[in-house]
């Protein structure tokens, strides 16, 4: 049977951005274990998931305070 897609995808897109933020982060520790400078490519990525973290919150909610289900753009 498929899923019946969310009509609020805001906080599923955060928590994906959370995960690959942890993932991120990992993978630096990993990497800067092993004596490699590529680290610093995975704490930028750790960086943009955050903040992309926090886009997504922060648009559920003025969307939640605004009495709408999605936040639209246009």
Do not use: H, K
Not at 27 to 34: I, R
Not at 46 to 56: E, T, V
């Amino acid at each position: 049977m498929p899923s019946v897609p969310s009509s609020r995808p805001a906080p599923r897109l955060a928590v994906f951005a959370v995960l690959v933020c942890v993932l991120a982060v990992a993978a630096a520790v990993v990497s800067f274990v092993q004596g490699s400078w590529l680290g610093i490519v995975w704490i930028l990525m750790a960086g943009i998931s955050s903040n992309m973290a926090w886009f997504y919150v922060r648009r559920d909610r003025l969307a939640r305070a605004a009495g709408t289900e999605t936040a639209t753009t246009g």
